[in-house]
């Protein structure tokens, strides 16, 4: 029972359950007037990276790219949840902005930030100001775009991110760029990451698993960071991979999840993989990991953080929203220190945080292929 519903008064309480209601039918209105203006499935996607670094220009679609009955029912919670709590209406405010394509920024209030490092961005057509390449030293870039509504954000860089680097509001350190990792994801260190970054570069179980994963990444790593960047998902984030399958293509899980991205049958085919019987497509890693971009796209729309989308990816988007309600704010840090979240999710984005660091310094800690470092000619 949600006694602060009680506690307020009637007139408060109705008000509130109005806006939530027409900002709920707005949300599902506006979905599905873009799930029909964009990509509906991956058959439809060509059979071949495309190489966006020639043309030098990758937009990128604001709002949900589809339809799922997952993002749905999480939105359904939220609405529901908000009642009289300032913050969740507040925050049900952000992704109602974010699905209908009003903006593309969101809170990231686990602190853990995606950073701009390009050579200049325009918005809808529009030139904006520059964004200068980082320093050495890794000064962060910091840029505030207004995005028109259902605008396409064209990112002229074959490096880049489409959200605001606030380096104030995230305080936390570049990943640093090697071969492995481009430094796009911001985020301070933690008990939890600094467990998992000590069982991955110093016990042999880890750092053999971490070897492996190291070794195989370099088949994919081009390809994926084309797939994440066309996506506006920042490029790091493919070591979520790692994670999933330690890059392995053939990988099944005992939960049927297939493929480097061990996508679940019914999340594949809502994006528009085959899966069947000897036609699974989720066994193709170029269609997969534009499907895996993509979603985690959608996710971020949903959340506006880059932790809670990764829970979601793991957890499934109602659970995690469910336990923001419960928790009354949006922090992946407070669910997992309240134990809203189950115990592999609450290890999952630790994990994946802590590949990435770990993989920005392979050389450093003894675990980069020989011959490997050097190798990565991009920006």
């Known amino acids: 029972m949600n006694l602060s519903r009680f506690l307020a008064p009637s007139s408060e309480t109705d008000s509130l359950r109005k806006r939530t209601s027409k900002k709920f039918f707005s949300i599902v209105l506006a979905s599905l007037a873009l799930s029909s203006a964009t990509l509906n499935t991956a058959r439809d996607l060509p059979s071949t990276p495309a190489d966006d670094t020639q043309a030098g220009v990758v937009s990128v679609h604001l709002g ?40 593309a920024n969101g809170d990231n209030n686990s602190g853990v930030s995606a950073v701009i490092h390009a050579s200049g961005i325009t918005v809808g057509g529009i030139e904006a100001t520059a964004v200068k390449a980082m320093s050495a030293a890794g000064a962060r870039a910091e840029i505030a775009l207004e995005q028109p509504a259902g605008a396409i954000v064209s990112i002229t860089s074959s490096s880049y991110l489409t959200e605001r680097a606030d380096s104030r509001s ?9 071969h492995f990792t481009v430094g796009d994801m911001a985020f301070d260190t933690n008990p939890a990451i600094e467990h998992w970054m000590s069982y991955y570069s ?24 084309a797939e994440f960047r066309s996506a506006g998902v920042p490029e790091d984030l493919v070591w979520l991979a790692f994670v999933e399958s330690v890059w392995n293509p053939r990988a099944v899980s005992p939960a049927a999840a297939g493929g480097i991205w061990q996508f679940i049958p019914a999340t594949a085919t809502d994006y528009g993989l085959r899966v069947r019987s000897g036609d699974d497509e ?54 997992c220190e309240k134990e809203l979240l189950p115990r592999e999710t609450r290890d999952y984005v630790p994990k994946i945080l802590a590949a990435i660091r770990i993989a920005g310094r392979a050389e450093d800690y003894g675990l980069a292929p020989h011959g490997a470092i050097g190798a990565f000619t991009g920006s």
């Open 202 to 225: 110093a016990t042999p179980v880890g750092r053999r698993t971490m070897t492996i994963g190291i070794a195989r990444s370099n088949a994919y790593l081009d390809m994926a960071r």
């Open 64 to 103: 949900l790219t589809r339809r799922r009955p997952a993002f749905r029912k999480a939105i359904e919670i939220l609405t529901d949840g908000a009642g009289a709590n300032e913050c969740l209406t507040n925050y049900l405010d952000g992704l109602t902005n974010r699905v209908k394509g009003d903006t």
């Open 170 to 178: 995230s305080g936390g350190q570049l990943s640093v760029a090697s």
């Open 282 to 335: 989720r066994a193709d890693p170029f269609k997969q990991t534009r499907v895996a971009a993509i979603y985690l796209h959608d996710l971020y729309t949903i959340f506006g953080d880059w932790a809670l989308a990764m829970a979601a990816y793991n957890s499934g988007e109602p659970r995690v929203m469910g336990a923001i309600v419960r928790n009354g704010s949006a922090n992946f840090w407070d669910l």
